[in-house]
């Protein structure tokens, strides 16, 4: 069964429509990659699913619950996570902090009790804090737990705004170009990354990535996007052997 049913999504910007007639469907076990040139809404479709912004046809469900209805805080609440194009962290803050920021939506204690620390709202920051250690530990970033955020490298980084994600408890994943200004290197941790939260965590992942090796090698099916239209959606031997994606994105 579908966990995410987008159904005939049009996103316009006075003028400007920057999707088109879109639809798709993300089940429980599978990675979805989004791609296409630049300009072909891959970031306005998140946007959309996460909230951020709201079209003006179609619908959208999620686990049952109506999406263009829901706010944002809620859509988190629900486990609707993500990363960000442009990494959005709070620089001043260590690795650690930004991550227990992201827990907010799970403490139960208000701001009086948090603020005495003392009996339940003590022990809920110490079970939280578990929670964000074993998230660090998963991703390795262990070394830089203490380091301000605005100092660390920029792949350390991304990983830092994933680790955030996680924090979330997502039941969906959506992560836009979580491999963009990496080194080889740098981009096959955060692919063994994304397979692991996948697998070990059985986390349904939307993924926009430009690097078609990753794609190919991490993706269940492919969905391509020009001009705000979705053109192809299939498996990844299909999708690159398919005149309109190699017309339009991939290139002879």
Do not use: W
Request: glycine share 8%; charged share 25%.
């Amino acid at each position: 069964m579908p966990q995410l049913i987008v159904n005939n999504i049009t996103l316009r910007f006075s003028g400007l429509t920057a999707l088109s007639d879109v639809s798709f469907e993300v089940t429980k076990n599978e990675i979805l990659a989004i791609i296409g040139p630049n300009g072909a809404g891959k970031t306005c479709l998140l946007n959309c699913i996460s909230g951020f912004y709201k079209p003006q046809e179609g619908n959208m469900s999620f686990d049952g619950m109506d999406l263009i209805t829901t706010p944002i805080y809620e859509r988190t609440m629900k486990g609707i996570a993500r990363t960000f194009q442009n990494i959005e962290l709070f620089n001043g803050l260590t690795a650690l902090d930004n991550i227990m920021a992201a827990r907010h939506a799970h403490f139960k204690t208000g701001v009086i009790r948090s603020g005495i620390h003392f009996g339940k709202a003590r022990d809920e920051e110490i079970y939280h804090r578990e929670i964000v250690e074993q998230i660090i530990d998963f991703l390795e970033i262990k070394p830089v737990r203490k380091k301000i955020v605005g100092s660390l490298p920029y792949g350390m980084r991304k990983r830092v705004e994933l680790g955030r994600a996680l924090a979330v408890e997502p039941k969906l994943l959506l992560l836009d170009e979580p491999m963009s200004g990496m080194n080889v290197e740098e981009k096959e941790d955060m692919a063994r990354f994304v397979i692991d939260i996948f697998e070990d965590k059985q986390i349904p992942i939307i993924l926009i990535e430009h690097d078609m090796g990753v794609v190919m090698d991490i993706s269940d099916r492919v969905m391509v996007l020009e001009f705000g239209k979705k053109i192809a959606e299939g498996i990844p031997d299909e999708i690159v052997k398919n005149e309109k994606v190699i017309n339009a994105y991939l290139g002879q």
